[in-house]
Nanobody, 123 residues
Framework: VQLQESGPGLVQPSQTLSLTCTVS??????????WSWVRQAPGKGLQWIGA???????YYTQSLDSRTSISRDTSKNQFSLQLRDVAPEDTGRYFC????????????????WGQGIQVTVSS
């Protein structure tokens, strides 16, 4: 499975960050798979943002729950992240991940990662 993130590299504070992950070599409706968004701020560890399950149900980390939406387009085999009301603290590298785990906080050889996209929140 290959994953590729796309979206803007620069977002202004208070705006909405929108990223899309395009999946090839596999289907986002495959039973038991979770499709996650994970980010890494400069000098910090991985932070799981949320995931959409093969069934279409979404899950979010509590600290970002009120600002996050993850959706999918099965006809395009894509899933997307919207993070509202961004601030400079949301700057980091954003990754999309395929896993059988819902919450991604560590690396696992069985997971598939996109290369990531650098997002900077700045005016």
């Amino acid at each position: 499975v290959q994953l590729q993130e796309s979206g803007p590299g620069l977002v202004q504070p208070s705006q909405t960050l929108s990223l899309t992950c395009t999946v090839s070599g596999g289907s986002i409706t495959t039973f038991s798979d979770y499709w996650s968004w994970v980010r890494q701020a400069p000098g910090k560890g991985l932070q799981w943002i949320g995931a959409i399950q093969y069934s279409g149900k979404s899950y979010y980390t509590q600290s970002l729950d009120s600002r996050t939406s993850i959706s999918r387009d099965t006809s395009k085999n894509q899933f997307s992240l919207q993070l509202r009301d961004v601030a400079p603290e949301d700057t980091g590298r954003y990754f999309c991940v395929r896993s059988t785990r819902m919450v991604i906080t560590t690396l696992d050889d069985d997971d598939s990662w996109g290369q990531g996209i650098q997002v900077t929140v700045s005016s």
